[in-house]
């Protein structure tokens, strides 16, 4: 029996259109589950309908010199082991690998980890580190999303439920770092995590600085940070100096997981570590 | 209801069920297949552990109505009580279980990684049961029988 056959709580589209079509009513997109079948499981709720997009060939991953076109379908799984990924995007791989643990980054996707904008979203941080763009596809076509416009609160993004996101875009990037630190190594949202992407010239002199924290409640840039980086010789010293400025960009959130004084304490020492393991001068764990 | 086909351990069935139930409330509700268990149904314990398409995943966030045609395996698929399966050999002989409740799902996370990596070392190990919660043994019981099964010293 075919998924057209099946009833209409629960579709699985092949065609793009039917998908969007799908998503009225209170129609909830389908990635992975892992957020919406475990908030289903817990509260016993469901959604009007379920729209599950697992049929419609969004785990691609398709890369070249100027850009990483990955599938919002891909699981974590593959996000974390695929080589051009690893190679051109490192923070994104290292942030999936480090994401709950092996048998959900299986269903996981990247595109569903970034929508369910859980606090300090591990992969929001690397990929707003990375400058990445996001496609979401609606009944108007496609709008492209910049990492930074995605967040609007914890739980909370811009794109809108008839909506779907379809790929994340990066531009690869040679050095690039992620460091989480979680109440332990595997199954934990992270206290602080934090993210870099740097550019450094021959003269070893950073010509372009990109840092992302998840201290508050979304992954925030650090400018402050990235200013004290740009135009100095990456050594210890200047990336500590860079990373203490770092509470001058975002207020650490209170909540169960850490207080906001120990966020602040972790904070900075999180990103001068992304920085120095994105300027290869330390190996992060 | 909807009928629902799917490759279970091998053989093609079908079963009539609830689009909204989870993967292993389908197994054990409808198909009666005890051997996979319910634990948190959020996806951190790692008790409802089964093979997917190949890959271990955890039951209770698995919608039963997106394994229509693909593949499902579980412990009962993995060995018997006359031919059972070296890792359940090596968890018995190893004092690998205790109560009893996490087990099928650490038996479906580890064959997973004696799958992929005849030879794990101890880090592998530990890495691949990461996702499943023990509340007995301690862990070091169950390492020890995942690399005994896999002929590796402990």
Known sequence: ?285 | MNTLSFSLNGREVEVLAPDDVNLVTLLRDHLAMYGTKIGCEQGTCGSCTVHLDGLPVNACLVLAATIAGRSVHTIEGIGTLEEPHPLQVAFTEHYGAQCGFCTAGMLMAAKSLLDRIAKPTREEVVDALSGNLCRCTGYQKIVESVLAAAGSSP
């Open chain 1, 1 to 285: 029996m075919g998924d057209r056959d099946r009833g209409s709580w629960f579709r699985a589209p092949r065609e793009m259109k039917e998908a969007i079509d799908a998503l009225s009513d209170g129609a909830r997109v389908l990635a992975g589950g892992t957020d919406l079948v475990a908030t289903m499981n817990i509260r016993g709720e469901r959604p009007g309908g379920v729209v599950w997009i697992g049929r419609l060939g969004l785990e691609r991953i398709a890369a070249d010199d100027d850009l990483i076109r990955i599938g919002a379908g891909a699981s974590l799984a593959t996000v974390a082991s695929d080589p051009a990924i690893r190679a051109g995007a490192a923070a994104l791989a290292a942030a999936a690998g480090k994401l709950a643990g092996p048998s959900v980054r299986n269903l996981a996707t990247l595109g569903g980890s970034l929508c369910a904008a859980w606090p300090r979203s591990d992969v929001g941080c690397a990929v707003l580190a990375l400058d990445g763009v996001l496609v979401a596809t609606g009944r108007g076509g496609e709008r492209l999303i910049p990492m930074s416009d995605l967040y609007a609160g914890p739980r909370r993004t811009t794109i809108t439920p008839d909506e779907i996101l379809t790929e994340v875009r990066i531009r690869p990037a040679a050095r690039s770092s992620f460091v989480k630190v979680a109440r332990r190594s595997s199954f934990a949202l992270p206290v602080v995590n934090a993210a870099a992407r740097l550019e450094i010239g021959q003269d070893g002199v950073v010509a372009e600085a990109v840092v992302a924290v998840g201290a508050g409640s979304v992954p925030e840039r650090a400018p402050s940070v990235e200013e004290g980086l740009i135009g100095r010789a990456l050594d210890p010293t200047v990336a500590r100096e860079a990373a203490s400025r770092v509470l001058e960009d975002v207020t650490p959130a209170d909540d169960e997981h850490a207080s906001s004084w120990y966020r602040s304490q972790v904070a900075p020492v999180a990103v001068a570590r992304a920085v120095l393991a994105a300027g290869g001068l330390e190996a992060t764990a």
